[in-house]
């Protein structure tokens, strides 16, 4: 059987990218000419659509989730597409917290016009400053100076006045009031006086010497008692006095205060006045009133503070009469654009700040407010990554009603010095939040989380390729000329700029697609121009880019180089030329994340009659996936579809990866497998030269698979190790030709003939390749030409069935 027509041709298995010809039209010096790249998103309309309507829309819930491939340029496009964003419709707004007069635990917030925090701090701090001014010049007032003095002259003359008419009583009644240290302090006390001799004075003593005379017998008894007596009646009425003395100062003290802050108020008043012509705004009008009036009823703070009483190293005696700013937008003219790169719970939403153990005063605690990412991006822009607000369930929590209630709270930090008792005023924001995650969080969210439809109602998504057009080549070499001038890297040639974007073909796995990832191609750049450098080249050219290429696949192979001696020294069993029984070669790829490579794996079957139907081996063993259980399930569809209307499939088979001790998943086995089984049915031999990849259905028809270039990649590597025959080759669905982007050693072997390429679309084509038969046809009975493979096949499967009925009797 001829099937030549099957083979693909050296021009449909080539693969290269000629930027000159695609995107200039065949002008040789376009691609010098070109201009760098600039601003624009590459490749990504439908996404960059998504995120215009989502900046566009200021209604609430219309915040942005932006999917795709990490490197696709997610972030970049991003911050270039809000940097270009118009400002939003209501204004950046300043965040301030103030004292709050009425309830001193909730500091209250005041909002201003962007810059216009700094002219209501500046303006609080002036009219204190000049409550401080005029208090201090009231004290140093001559006419009040004067005035007090001569009350305090009056008060301190009736001091005297009494204290003199006590001490005269004390002394008639045999006492003097004397001078005594008290602990550490002076104050008073009252002694008795000893009778004066004759012509003497009377002198002080003590009662424990009084006591001595009265044991002598030189002093009645009685008279000691009466004295004794008299003494504490004199300490308690020393007692009331110097009471009431203090009571005095205290009330004259009081009077005094009162006069100043008879003749202050009205200065307070004109002060608070001139404050208030500045702002209109009701909220701040307000909390300069209640400002005003809580100065009039503590002007002693002002004197307190002039004085340098009642001072503290972080607790001012004025610290009431602060303000903390702490969102200032002055200067500021764009919307503003925070990239959180941390988002807890803290750093999102703000916190305060503990207070140290020697500080208990709560009037200062409006100024331990913090503000977090979201009130620093209020009126704009925040970007967050999915997976980190996930991780923390609080954040999300906290997010999610933020995002509803429109207004965030800032709550205290946890921990033993926390002020937990402090409840900061809600602060209103408008902010659209930009989360950047994984399609499979994005699916989860929608899924589980009702409020996240609600909250994230735009879904921009970044394509991981885009068409290979003229267009998109010129952005390919513009993207290239762009990181050479920003890196300072070598120039690249026409041929360099070429093997740059077949790459790009590569990686987008399509021969009519490009990749966006230009992350990585950013990085091959580097890496082709270390190369090139290395080799003392002057520019980065082809061969730089491929030898870049092959260095980094050198550095993640060890594992396919194991394999592959493994084969080629016998240790795995796998034939490369002849034919067996049975037997196919099948096609695997090895995926380590940042690795990929494909590798031959021998796949049996055994056939006898029963009615077990296809027993899989790797299920059996708890060793294949759920696709790959799939898979199977579908091969015996075809079976019986094809071969057994009209028959009982009578037949047990296992299928099985021979040396295969890891799990097995996907569906690109499944032809092979049909192969190997039709095969030890018909008893038919076939090519163990051809590796053969692909999926089927249950009507017999190939169907793509992925990682087609690894898998043909690999085979040729253990071909070359085993020994080129040149007939060697690869069986691949005809709808992954265009997945073709083979690499240029394979190229040219198919070039010079000594590998080959066959592309089917049905089970029967496959066959012919691999046996040489034909395949054979079902007529209008379902029968097939007895000398086809077909025909072979239900032969078999009809003396099966007859095994089986005769032994059943």
């Not at 009056?154 to 001078?179: D, H, I, K, M, S």
């Not at 009823?297 to 610290?319: H, I, N, T």
């Not at 997976?387 to 033993?416: H, N, S």
């Amino acid at each position: 059987m001829d099937s030549s027509r099957l083979e693909l041709t050296a021009e449909e298995a080539a693969f290269s990218v000629d930027l000159e010809a695609e995107a200039c039209g065949g002008d040789a010096g376009c691609l010098e000419t070109m201009p760098g790249w600039g601003s624009e998103v590459i490749g990504q309309s439908r996404a960059v659509e998504a995120l215009k309507m989502g900046m566009g829309i200021h209604a609430r819930g219309y915040n942005i989730y932006v999917s795709g491939t990490p490197g696709t340029g997610r972030r970049s496009a991003i911050k270039r597409l809000l940097e270009e964003a118009p400002p939003p419709p209501g204004g950046l707004k300043d965040v301030a917290f103030v004292y709050n007069f009425d309830s001193p635990l909730t500091p209250r917030v005041l909002l201003f016009e962007a810059g216009k925090g700094r002219d209501f701090k500046r303006d609080l701090h002036r009219f204190v400053e000049s409550l401080k001014r005029i208090v201090a010049l009231q004290a140093e007032s001559p006419a009040q100076k004067k005035e007090e003095t001569a009350a305090i002259e009056a008060l301190e003359a009736e001091e005297n006045r009494r204290l003199a008419e006590f001490e005269a009583e004390l002394a008639t009644e045999g006492f003097r009031a004397v001078q005594v240290e008290a602990a550490g302090s002076p104050g008073m006390d009252i002694v008795p006086l000893a009778p004066a001799a004759e012509g003497g004075e009377a002198q002080e003593t003590s009662f424990e010497a009084l006591q001595d005379l009265v044991a002598k017998g030189e002093l009645p008894e009685a008279d000691y008692d009466r004295l004794r007596e008299k003494w504490y009646g004199y300490v308690d009425r020393m007692k009331r006095l110097f009471a009431e003395l203090r009571r005095g100062r205290t009330e004259l003290q009081d009077r005094v205060d009162e006069r100043r802050d008879e003749v202050l108020r009205p200065q307070v008043k004109a002060e608070a006045g001139l404050f208030l012509e500045g702002w209109t705004a009701k909220e701040h009008r307000d909390w300069i009133e209640r400002l005003a009036a809580d100065v009039e009823e503590r002007l002693y703070l002002f004197r307190a503070a002039a004085e340098g009483e009642g001072k503290r190293r972080r607790s001012p005696v004025l610290a009431r009469y602060g303000i903390n700013l702490v969102v200032d937008r002055n200067g500021a003219s764009s919307a503003p654009i925070v990239v959180e790169g941390h988002p807890t719970a803290a750093n999102l939403f703000g916190f305060i700040e503990p207070k140290p153990e020697e500080e208990g005063d709560t009037k200062i605690s409006y100024l331990r407010i913090r503000a977090g990412s979201f009130l620093q991006a209020a009126g704009g822009y925040l970007v967050l990554r999915a997976e980190d607000v996930m991780a923390d369930e609080e954040t999300w929590v906290r997010l999610k009603r933020v995002l509803q209630d429109a207004r965030v709270e800032i709550q205290p930090r946890e921990g033993p010095q926390g002020l937990a008792w402090i409840k900061p005023e809600a602060v209103p924001v408008s902010v659209k939040v930009i989360m950047v995650g994984g399609e499979s969080t994005y699916d989860l969210l929608y899924q589980a989380d009702p409020d996240f439809q609600k909250l994230f109602k735009i879904h921009a998504e970044f394509d991981s390729s885009m068409a290979r057009t003229p267009e998109g080549l010129r952005d390919y070499a513009a993207f290239v000329r762009k990181v050479v001038d920003d890196e300072g890297l070598l120039p690249v040639t026409p041929d360099g700029l070429n093997a740059v974007a077949e790459e790009g073909v590569r990686l987008a796995e399509y021969r009519n697609r490009l990749s966006t990832r230009f992350g990585t191609v950013a990085d091959l750049l580097r890496e082709a121009d270390y190369r090139a450098r290395s080799m003392a080249s002057l520019a980065i050219d082809a061969p730089a880019v491929r030898q870049a290429l092959a260095a980094k696949a050198r550095l993640s192979d060890l594992p396919e180089e194991k394999l592959a001696d493994m084969i080629s020294s016998g240790e795995i069993i796998l034939q490369v030329q002849g034919r067996a029984v049975g037997r196919i070669n099948g096609l695997a790829v090895h995926d380590r994340g940042y690795y990929s490579f494909g590798l031959p794996a021998v796949i049996s079957a055994q056939v006898s009659p029963g009615e077990s139907g296809l027993i899989n081996i790797e299920g059996e063993s708890g060793l294949s996936g759920e696709i790959y259980d799939k898979a199977v399930m579908i091969v015996e569809g075809f079976l019986r579809s094809r071969y057994a209307r009209d028959i009982p499939l009578a037949v047990t088979a296992s299928i099985c990866f021979e040396q295969s001790y890891t799990a097995v998943e996907g569906d690109s086995a499944s032809a092979s497998t049909v192969y190997a089984l039709l095969s030890a049915l018909a008893g038919i031999p076939l090519r163990q030269d051809i590796a053969v990849t692909g999926s089927l259905n249950q009507t017999g028809q190939v169907q793509p698979v992925g990682g087609v270039n690894e898998k043909i990649l690999g085979f040729w590597r253990v071909c070359q190790k085993a020994g080129i025959t040149g007939t060697q080759g690869v069986l691949i669905p005809r709808r992954n030709v265009i997945n073709l982007t083979l690499p240029h050693e394979v190229q040219e072997a198919i070039r010079a003939g000594q590998f080959h390429l066959w592309a089917v679309s049905t089970i029967d084509e496959g066959l012919e390749v691999l046996s040489g038969l034909e395949a054979g046809e079902a007529g209008e009975k379902g029968d097939f030409p007895p000398a086809s493979f077909n025909g072979k096949v239900r032969r078999e499967l009809v003396r099966m069935a007859k095994t089986i009925k005769n032994y059943l009797g």
